[in-house]
């Protein structure tokens, strides 16, 4: 009786090798499992299975994990407005986990013997792989076929040639990875420090010139309604939005940063969405949120953002950061306005409740309510008076 691998699929070139290898040289049964966290469409997951079944697998699996990202994951992301080195909206890093968690159940049910994951050696997700593996499932042996032979994408193609197995090579000269929260691509392009990707790497085309007005309604911090749509979960107000936004080519970046095994890494993505939400909230903060809330939410979610990137994202401190993130969102409930156009986007206002710009206790620049100029006169005094004892005991010269 042949033993059993579970192979995490998404149906590109690295996986397919994957399958061919694990049943052509190991002589393993492959179990195939693609975990869905929100960026393929019913036709492309019955594509992905038809190529997994073509690729000779003995079983396939779609697992639909993307209300358990949103709810686990991605809405802290957005309380915390988390962009990675200010750019990049943590599409793959954030996704990478769930999809490690939902596999390894999946083969500590089946009672895999194997799990395989088609990582190189040179990236980011053979750590977050392996990581939750080793937590999850210890006693399951881990296979790397890409990583262990150090394959080029050319040897893996040549590779499926003979075993004939028909691959549009030309659309594989760019690796993408869908998601929710983002779509990253991978080329040789950004092999390069100066290289930018050419248009028709982007998944997402320009169709839309037309500039067009939207309203997001935010309740507690999550999106919850577009223009006069109430929509019954974050997840389908996110997918409309990428809907909305996307056609625009909102949100194409190049993010370049430290892999968590210490060489510099340069990705190319494009998160429609995930760019104007993270904008809107965080406006709609400025206005209802105080000073003190907004710098503590600054330091503790670039904290989480970089844990998470790092495929830590079941250290305890994680959900101790989360607690703290959910109870800021108290009052971060209103609408926010913004204009897309193509390429870009702009915030143009909110309205909210708890706006604590209120005309009730002045107007910045103009006028004041609630206090008097005597009273800024002795504020002023007093609020410096350490700086001027520092000063004048140390004769200091300004």
Not at 33 to 57: C, I, P
Not at 181 to 190: A, I, L, R
Not at 377 to 384: A, T, V
Request: charged share 20%; with cysteine; aromatic share 10%.
């Amino acid at each position: 009786m042949k033993k059993k691998v579970v192979l995490a699929f998404s149906g590109g070139l690295d996986t397919s090798y994957c399958v061919k290898y694990l049943k052509e040289e190991k002589g393993l049964e492959v179990h195939s499992v693609l975990v869905n966290t929100g960026g393929f469409s019913e036709e492309e997951l019955q594509q992905t299975e038809k190529r997994a079944y073509d690729l000779g697998v003995a079983q396939h699996t779609n697992l639909d994990e993307t209300e358990y990202y949103y709810q686990s994951c991605i809405k802290y992301l957005i309380f915390g407005n988390v962009l990675k080195n200010n750019t990049y909206p943590l599409s793959v890093s954030a996704e990478r986990v769930t999809q490690a968690m939902a596999i390894a159940r999946h083969a500590k049910a089946l009672g895999a013997d194997y799990v395989a994951h088609g990582s190189t050696g040179a990236g980011n997700d053979q750590v977050r792989f392996d990581m939750i593996f080793h937590i999850m499932i210890p006693n399951i042996e881990i296979i790397t076929p890409i990583r262990d032979m150090k394959l080029s994408r050319e040897e893996e193609i040549e590779y499926l040639k003979k075993h004939g197995v028909e691959y549009d090579f030309v659309k594989a000269q760019y690796s993408i990875n869908k998601g929710i929260w983002g779509t990253s691509v991978g080329g040789k392009e950004t092999l390069t420090s100066h290289q930018p990707l050419p248009e028709s790497a982007y998944p997402t085309q320009l169709t839309k010139e037309q500039p067009e007005r939207v309203t997001l309604h935010f309740v507690k911090g999550e999106l919850t309604g577009i223009n006069d749509k109430v929509y019954d979960s974050p997840v389908q107000a996110i997918q409309a939005l990428q809907g909305i936004a996307g056609p625009f080519a909102i949100g194409r970046d190049i993010h370049v940063g430290d892999t968590i095994i210490g060489i510099k890494g340069r990705v190319g993505f494009e998160a429609a969405a995930p760019m104007v939400i993270i904008k809107a909230h965080h406006t709609l903060e400025k206005h209802v949120l105080t000073k003190w809330q907004l710098y503590w939410k600054d330091q503790l979610a670039t904290w989480y953002g970089n844990w998470l990137h790092e495929g830590q994202f079941i250290d305890p401190t994680m959900r101790n950061i989360e607690t703290f993130l959910q109870d800021t969102q108290e009052n971060v409930t209103g609408k926010v306005h913004i204009l897309l156009a193509p390429y870009r986007f702009q915030v143009e206002g909110i309205e909210s409740e708890h706006d604590l710009m209120s005309s009730k206790f002045g107007s910045y620049g103009e006028m004041n309510n609630a206090w008097s100029g005597e009273d800024v006169k002795g504020f002023s005094k007093i609020f410096g008076n350490q700086a001027m004892m520092y000063h004048k005991i140390n004769n200091t010269e300004l």
